[in-house]
């Protein structure tokens, strides 16, 4: 590829890793699944070597990690504070039609209010149902943490492999 054509390709590809890498703490859009899209497209497009899939591997790990501890993190806490199998299936159900109905930010209090209706009609206990959500909520926290740290790891990554391509060393 030629100097032009490359650099627009970089910016471009950056500049939709940046996006995803912002949108991270919110859980609204997959991005640490579109940082490895983006990533598999750039080595797709600029050929394989040894760096290529080594960071490729690397950010699949980072990728398939980073969108189970979601669901561990928040469904775990929840789960950890006596929640039902039943009331995480709600939440999940909450959150798709919330984000159907109010996106893109409708998935999140689609969730909680989803799993909060679910613990009170099966438990009858107003108490036991704001601790299932609050504890789901601690999870989001973590969650989103852990997702900026990660979609944070690959975004070096990826500019670090543009980078050592620059310099002519891959």
Known sequence: MDNIPLFIFQVFCSAIIIGAWLTLPLMIIPGATIIWGVTVLYVVVTGFNEASIAILIFQTILMFLTNALDNFLMGGAAK???ASWWSLAAAVLGALIGSAVLPPL?????????????????????????KSVK??????????????VAGSIMLFWFAAYIFIQLRGWV
């Open 80 to 82: 950890a504070q006596g």
């Open 106 to 130: 409708g998935g999140i209090p689609g969730g909680f209010l989803a799993l909060f209706v679910a613990e009170l009609v099966q438990k009858g206990d107003l108490d036991h149902a704001w």
């Open 135 to 148: 504890a789901m909520m601690t999870g989001f926290g973590w969650a989103s943490v852990t997702r900026l």
